[in-house]
């Protein structure tokens, strides 16, 4: 059963940083896409980030986020710097076949991790 955890999502001012974690487990996807989407009430999934061999971004987050993986603990980890009020966000882990920015083409999901940027 494929598994998917988020965690260390929180309240921070605007300007700080901080850093998610994704934990997989039930599968091995060291060749799949994963990434993190984000979602705020009443807007669709919006893709953040996506990492498999290379890496992809949002506009409104490069240069400030950074996405890693480490494939030995089937991790995946958001770095997110700078961080605005906009960032304000359910932050997800996904997994898909393919690098794609709409939701739908991911497999598997997490549960979600709230992040809260203060002014």
């Known amino acids: 059963q494929v598994q998917l955890v988020e965690s260390g999502g929180g309240l921070v001012q605007a300007g700080g940083s901080l850093r998610l974690a994704c934990a997989a487990s039930?599968?091995?996807?060291?060749?799949?896409?994963m990434a993190w989407f984000r979602q705020i009430p009443g807007k669709e999934r919006e893709f953040v980030a996506g990492?498999?061999?290379?890496?992809a971004y949002a506009d409104s987050v490069k240069g400030r986020f950074t996405i890693s993986r480490d494939n030995a603990k089937n991790m995946v980890y958001l770095q997110m710097n700078s961080l605005k009020p906009e960032d304000t966000a359910v932050y997800y882990c996904?997994?898909?076949?393919?690098?794609?920015?709409?939701?739908?083409?991911?497999?598997?999901w997490g549960q979600g991790t709230q992040v809260t940027v203060s002014t």
């Open positions: 039930g599968h091995t996807f060291s060749n799949n896409v």
């Open positions: 996904a997994v898909g076949e393919r690098y794609s920015s709409s939701w739908f083409e991911y497999d598997y």
């Open positions: 990492i498999r061999y290379t890496t």
